[in-house]
């Protein structure tokens, strides 16, 4: 069974930066895709970014691209991701997801397919 656990979320500034984490476990393929997904009150669920292990490739939406950066341990099966330069509107709860035997499946830029879920961090970006 596959498990996700976010962490890293918290109150930060508006130009500040923080890392969030994905532990994931139960992978029982080395091809997978993991992406980070978001939702802030009143506003539908934004694929954010997304990983794909077959070759490395990542995605990223419009509105955070240039500023967050999507990375992988391998030794600690974790997927980081690096925001940078946080504005007030990514004030939302940040999931990690992930699915088995494919990669990132982006339709005009929507991310698709995840099977399973983290259960959230809590990014605030305020002053």
């Known amino acids: 069974q596959v498990q996700l656990v976010e962490s890293g979320g918290g109150l930060v500034q508006p130009g500040g930066s923080l890392r969030l984490s994905c532990a994931a476990s139960?992978?029982?393929?080395?091809?997978?895709?993991i992406g980070w997904f978001r939702r802030a009150p009143g506003n539908e669920r934004e694929g954010v970014s997304c990983?794909?292990?077959?070759?490395?490739?990542?995605y990223y939406a419009r509105s955070v691209k240039g500023r967050f950066t999507i990375s992988r341990d391998n030794a600690k099966n974790t997927v980081y991701l690096q925001m940078n330069s946080l504005k007030p509107e990514d004030t939302a709860v940040y999931y990690c997801?992930?699915?088995?035997?494919?990669?990132?499946?982006?339709?005009?830029?929507?991310?698709?397919?995840?099977?399973?879920w983290g259960k959230g961090t809590l990014v605030t970006v305020s002053s």
């Open positions: 997801a992930a699915e088995v035997q494919r990669g990132c499946t982006v339709v005009a830029g929507r991310i698709y397919g995840m099977d399973y």
């Open positions: 139960g992978f029982t393929s080395d091809y997978y895709a």
């Open positions: 990983f794909s292990s077959s070759d490395g490739s990542t």
